[in-house]
C-alpha cells in the first residue's frame, strides 16, 4: 500500500478519457506550483483559473451529467468511483477546489432527481458550457431545521410564484447558473418542528413545500456577502420577489424533502475523499519534514514519541483508504432491495472525515512550527480537516442516523438466540456473558436454515438479510439508481449480511481477534443492558453508543477491503492496534456517562482491552512511513 503520488498516479483503474481528465487536473495544479496555490489561498482569489480549466476540459459536464442526458458523449456518466477519484485530487490540492466541485454536485442533485425535463435539459447544457451550480437549502435562522424554512412563494395571479426570504452558507452562491432553492408556500401550513420529532408527519402536512431552481444573475437575487473568510464563496443571499414559473420547479409536497435528504446522501460520501487527499499531502510534508530534520545529534523520526505518531497517523491513513474504496462499491451496487450505502455513506462522511482530524492533529506534532510557515500545505490542511466533519450534517445528526441501524446490523435475524442474553442476571460474571454470546451466536447461525424452513415468517426475515457479495465496482457505468433513492425513510428495515465471518477469517491477525473479542462483548451488552426507553432519548449517552457501533462497520468494510488488495498483515495489526485502543476508550467514556445503568456500566468494562503489541510489526509499518520521505513535495 501506499499514498498518493502526483509522479507516479496512473489511474490505472479507470477508461482512458477518466485516466485524461484525472491526469490533465493534476497536471494542471503541478504546473501551476505551490507558491501560486498558496498566493491564490491567502489573498482568497476566487478560482476563476481553475474554472476556466474544468470549462475547457469539460470535467465537470463529463463527471456529473448522468448518462440520460450524456447526448452522443459516451464519456459522459455518473460514475462514483471516478468523482471520488476526483474529489481526493481537489482534497489533495487544496479544500477550496474540492468544495466548489463539491457544491456543484449538491446543487445538481435536486435537479438531476426531478422529473423535470425542461430544467435537467437546461443543467446538462449549462454544466457543457462550463458553469457551476448551488444548492439552496441552510438557513441562518433555523440551521438544519429545514421545516421551518423561512423562504416563502407566494402564488402568481397569472401561475406561478413569487419567493421572498433568505438562504446562508450556500457554496457557489455568487456564481452559479442555477440553484436549487428549498422553501413553502405561503398559502399552506407549515410543519410543527418541535411536534415532528415525536411523531412523523403525514404526507398531507408536506405538501406546501418546494423545490424550485433560482439563477444567482436574476435582478431579483440579492447576493448579500461572503460569509467565511477564504478563497471559496460561502453566500448569504435574498430572493425579494423572485419570479418562480411552473418550469421552475424540481419537488413538490414530501418529494421535496427526499430530494434534499438524497442529495445529501450522494454529496456527504465524497467529504471522506477530501479528508483522504488533504491527508496524504499533509503527510508528504510532514515525513520529508521529520526525516530530514536532525536535533541532538538524531533525525526527528527517531525519537519515541514522533516513532509513534507517524506510525499511527500512516495507519490510520490507509485505514481511511481501505474503508471508502469499499465503501465505493456498497454505494455503486445500491438497489432498492439493498440500501446498506445509507449506513456507509454516514460513517464514510462521519468517521473518515474525523479519523483525517485526528491524523492532522498528530501530524502536527511531527512537523511542529514548520507546519504553519507560509510556504507549506499544511496550514490549508489543518483548516480543512477542522471544517469537513462539520460539513453536510454535523458528526451527531450522522451519528443519530447511523444508530438507526444499530439494532439490524449487531443482531442478523440469525442470531436471534441472542435476545436469551437479556435474562441473564446484571451481575453475572463476564466470561459467563462471553460463553453465552457465543455459545448462542454459533447455534443460532447454525439453527437458522433449519427454523427458516419451519416457521414462514422466519424465511422471509432470513431472505431479507440474504445479500449477494457487493463486488468491487470500478467499471465505466452510470450510476442512475443515486437519482431514484424513492423515500428516504424505513431505514429500520433495512438488512445487513452478517458482520462476524470477515473478521473470522482476519482472526490470525492479532490484534483483529482483540477487537473481534471487544465487538462481540458489546453484542452482548446490547443484549443485556440494551439502551432504556429515557436513554433513547438523550443524545449524549447515544453518542457514546455510537461510537462503540460505527467502530464495527467501519473495520468491517477495511477488511472486505484489504482481502481484495491482499494488504500487509503488519499494516492490519498496526491498524486494529489503534481500533483496539480507541474501542477501549469509548468503552470507559460509555461506563462513565451519568445516565448509564448499572448493568450497562458494568458491562462496558467488559469491552475494555489491551492490544497486543508487536516491536517487529511495529518497525515494519514504521519503515514504509518512513520511506515516503523525499518521494514527492509539490513544485515551488
Known amino acids: 500500500m501506499t499514498l498518493f503520488n502526483p509522479k507516479t498516479c496512473e489511474f490505472a483503474e479507470f477508461d482512458g478519457e477518466t485516466r485524461r481528465l484525472l491526469r490533465a487536473t493534476v497536471d494542471w495544479f503541478e504546473t501551476r506550483g505551490k507558491t501560486a496555490l498558496k498566493h491564490d489561498d491567502r489573498e482568497r482569489i476566487w478560482y476563476s483559473e481553475?474554472?476556466?480549466f474544468v470549462k475547457r476540459e469539460r470535467v465537470f459536464a463529463t463527471f456529473l451529467t448522468p448518462a440520460a442526458l450524456a447526448g452522443d458523449d459516451p464519456n459522459k456518466r455518473w460514475d462514483t468511483a471516478r468523482i471520488a477519484m476526483l474529489s481526493k485530487i481537489l482534497g489533495f490540492y487544496?479544500?477550496?477546489?474540492?468544495?466548489?466541485?463539491?457544491?456543484?454536485?449538491?446543487?445538481?442533485?435536486?435537479?438531476?432527481?426531478?422529473?423535470?425535463?425542461?430544467?435537467?435539459?437546461?443543467?446538462?447544457?449549462?454544466?457543457?458550457?462550463?458553469?457551476?451550480?448551488?444548492?439552496g437549502l441552510s438557513e441562518k435562522e433555523h440551521g438544519a431545521d429545514v421545516y421551518s424554512t423561512d423562504m416563502v412563494l407566494e402564488p402568481a395571479p397569472g401561475g406561478g410564484y413569487t419567493a421572498t426570504g433568505a438562504k446562508h452558507y450556500i457554496g457557489n452562491g455568487n456564481l452559479a447558473a442555477m440553484v436549487s432553492v428549498f422553501g413553502r408556500?405561503?398559502?399552506?401550513?407549515?410543519?410543527?418542528?418541535?411536534?415532528?420529532?415525536?411523531?412523523?408527519?403525514?404526507?398531507e402536512n408536506y405538501e406546501g413545500y418546494l423545490f424550485f431552481v433560482a439563477d444567482s444573475g436574476h435582478e431579483n437575487y440579492r447576493l448579500r456577502r461572503n460569509v467565511v473568510d477564504s478563497q471559496m464563496y460561502v453566500a448569504a443571499f435574498d430572493l425579494e420577489r423572485y419570479p418562480v414559473a411552473e418550469d421552475d420547479i424540481l419537488?413538490?409536497?414530501?418529494?421535496?424533502?427526499?430530494?434534499?435528504?438524497?442529495?445529501?446522501?450522494?454529496?456527504?460520501?465524497?467529504?471522506?475523499?477530501?479528508?483522504?487527499?488533504?491527508?496524504?499531502?499533509?503527510?508528504?510534508?510532514a515525513i520529508n519534514h521529520a526525516e530530514n530534520r536532525i536535533l541532538f545529534g538524531h533525525r526527528v523520526t527517531e525519537f519515541p514519541q514522533v516513532r509513534a505518531l507517524v506510525t499511527d497517523s500512516y495507519a490510520r491513513l490507509l485505514g481511511m483508504r481501505l474503508y471508502s474504496e469499499r465503501a465505493i462499491d456498497y454505494l455503486r451496487s445500491a438497489s432498492p432491495e439493498d440500501r446498506r450505502y445509507l449506513l456507509f455513506n454516514a460513517i464514510e462522511k462521519m468517521s473518515v472525515t474525523r479519523q483525517g482530524q485526528r491524523v492532522i492533529e498528530d501530524l502536527a506534532d511531527v512537523i511542529a512550527a514548520r507546519g504553519f510557515e507560509n510556504d507549506m500545505y499544511f496550514p490549508m490542511a489543518m483548516l480543512g480537516l477542522f471544517g469537513l466533519p462539520r460539513l453536510e450534517g454535523t458528526v451527531h445528526v450522522n451519528m443519530a442516523l447511523s444508530l438507526k441501524f444499530m439494532a439490524n446490523y449487531m443482531f442478523h435475524p440469525s442470531d436471534a438466540g441472542l435476545a436469551a442474553l437479556r435474562y441473564l442476571p446484571a451481575a453475572a460474571p463476564a466470561g459467563a456473558v462471553r460463553a453465552a454470546s457465543g455459545a448462542l451466536s454459533w447455534s443460532s447461525r447454525r439453527l437458522a436454515p433449519r427454523a427458516s424452513?419451519?416457521?414462514?415468517?422466519?424465511?422471509?426475515?432470513?431472505?431479507?438479510?440474504?445479500?449477494?457479495?457487493?463486488?468491487?465496482?470500478?467499471?465505466?457505468?452510470?450510476?442512475?439508481?443515486?437519482?431514484?433513492?424513492?423515500?428516504?425513510?424505513?431505514?429500520?428495515?433495512?438488512?445487513f449480511r452478517d458482520w462476524r465471518p470477515?473478521?473470522?477469517?482476519?482472526?490470525?491477525?492479532?490484534?483483529?481477534?482483540?477487537?473481534?473479542e471487544q465487538a462481540?462483548?458489546?453484542?452482548?451488552?446490547?443484549?443485556?443492558?440494551?439502551?432504556?426507553a429515557a436513554q433513547q432519548r438523550d443524545v449524549d449517552f447515544l453518542f457514546a453508543v455510537g461510537e462503540l457501533f460505527t467502530a464495527l462497520p467501519y473495520a468491517q468494510l477495511i477488511l472486505e477491503q484489504a482481502e481484495i488488495e491482499g494488504t500487509e498483515t503488519a499494516v492490519l495489526d498496526q491498524i486494529f492496534d489503534g481500533f483496539v485502543r480507541e474501542f477501549s476508550k469509548h468503552a470507559l467514556t460509555l461506563h462513565t456517562k451519568p445516565t448509564a445503568t448499572k448493568p450497562q456500566q458494568i458491562r462496558a468494562l467488559d469491552l475494555v482491552r489491551r492490544p497486543i503489541a508487536d516491536p517487529i510489526r511495529f518497525e515494519q509499518v514504521l519503515t514504509q512511513a518512513r520511506a515516503h520521505a523525499g518521494q514527492y513535495e509539490m513544485r515551488p
Not at 462481540?520 to 432504556?532: K, Y
Open 502 to 516: 470477515v473478521f473470522e477469517r482476519f482472526a490470525h491477525v492479532p490484534n483483529v481477534a482483540v477487537f473481534l
Open 251 to 285: 419537488h413538490r409536497g414530501e418529494a421535496a424533502f427526499h430530494a434534499a435528504m438524497n442529495t445529501v446522501n450522494v454529496g456527504k460520501f465524497n467529504l471522506g475523499f477530501g479528508a483522504i487527499g488533504a491527508c496524504e499531502h499533509a503527510f508528504h510534508e
Open 94 to 135: 487544496g479544500m477550496s477546489y474540492w468544495y466548489v466541485w463539491q457544491v456543484t454536485i449538491l446543487g445538481l442533485g435536486p435537479i438531476w432527481q426531478s422529473d423535470n425535463a425542461k430544467a435537467k435539459a437546461k443543467a446538462a447544457a449549462l454544466l457543457d458550457s462550463g458553469e457551476i451550480f448551488a444548492f
Open 453 to 495: 424452513f419451519a416457521v414462514p415468517q422466519l424465511r422471509s426475515e432470513f431472505d431479507r438479510a440474504r445479500h449477494p457479495v457487493v463486488p468491487t465496482r470500478r467499471d465505466a457505468a452510470d450510476d442512475e439508481f443515486l437519482f431514484r433513492q424513492g423515500p428516504s425513510s424505513g431505514l429500520g428495515r433495512i438488512r
Open 50 to 52: 481553475f474554472l476556466d
Open 520 to 532: 462481540l462483548a458489546f453484542q452482548s451488552l446490547l443484549a443485556a443492558a440494551a439502551p432504556t
Open 185 to 203: 408556500r405561503a398559502d399552506k401550513p407549515i410543519i410543527d418542528s418541535a411536534a415532528a420529532l415525536d411523531r412523523a408527519p403525514t404526507p
